[in-house]
């Protein structure tokens, strides 16, 4: 299957900083990706539809202010936690569908681990 | 808005054994896509097998199955022969299809905890 790469795998920031993290299409380009966030045993949430050269679409409750997405390129989305606190630690993960013809099937990153102490 | 529920929080069944894990969703669309990921403890997602909905045959890939009941929105996910490997957190999932004004994203149930025992 088509490959995402994501980075970092995990990150320690201290609380009131930002933290940028970066998903890639390595062998697909990508115009929409998605951000998913997941608490600990619990399930994957959406939180906004990343659009190459547009901007983002955000789930509702999800603050815009908050997490930052840029898609700047047909194989890059990037999220930035801003002014991170603690209750914004957890899983991220990103996904996207591969090229036109594989639209209908969604190919995930490893996730990032955020940890805000 | 669609919704998707895992019932089964926790299931353990012996090595080599069948299991079936249960999923319902409700939706007022009519052409959908279902998908079990898997995610094992290293948390990469990791898809098994999708599903379309207007396809009346049900998929399967190697050991893994489903039965796709659209009438009654149920897509339960049958594992033949587990294996150790197979030990993971499942997760059911529903996305529409992409259109013209872009792709959704996945909407997940719970996640059905799957232990295959030695």
């Known amino acids: 299957g088509a490959v995402v790469s994501q980075h970092p795998s995990w990150v320690i920031c201290k609380s009131g900083t930002s933290v940028k993290i970066e998903c890639r299409s390595l062998?697909?380009?990508?115009?929409?990706m998605f951000w998913y966030r997941q608490f600990p045993k619990q399930s994957l949430m959406l939180m906004a539809t990343s659009n190459e050269g547009s901007k983002a679409t955000y789930e509702q409750g999800v603050e815009k202010d908050k997490f930052l997405i840029n898609h700047a390129s047909l194989t890059l989305s990037t999220l930035t936690v801003t002014s991170a606190h603690p209750e914004d630690s957890s899983f991220y993960i990103c996904?996207?569908?591969?090229?036109?013809?594989?639209?209908?099937?969604?190919?995930f990153g490893a996730g990032t681990r955020l940890s805000v102490l | 808005a669609q919704t998707v529920t895992q019932s089964q929080p926790e299931m353990s069944v012996q090595e080599a054994e069948t299991v079936t894990l249960s999923c319902t969703y409700d939706t007022s669309e009519s052409n959908y896509y279902l998908f079990w990921y898997k995610q094992p403890p290293s948390r990469q997602m990791i898809l098994v097998i999708r599903?379309?909905?207007?396809?009346?045959q049900n998929a399967t890939e190697n050991r893994f199955s489903v039965n796709f009941q659209k009438a009654a929105k149920s897509f339960s996910l049958k594992i033949s022969d587990s294996q150790l490997g197979d030990t993971a957190m499942y997760f059911c999932?529903?996305?529409?299809?992409?259109?013209?004004?872009?792709?959704?994203?996945?909407?997940f149930g719970k996640g059905t905890h799957l232990i295959i025992q030695p």
């Open positions: 996904s996207a569908p591969p090229g036109t013809s594989g639209r209908n099937i969604q190919y």
């Open positions: 062998d697909f380009q990508a115009t929409t």
């Open positions: 999932a529903f996305m529409t299809p992409y259109s013209g004004g872009g792709a959704d994203g996945l909407t």
């Open positions: 599903q379309e909905a207007y396809k009346q």
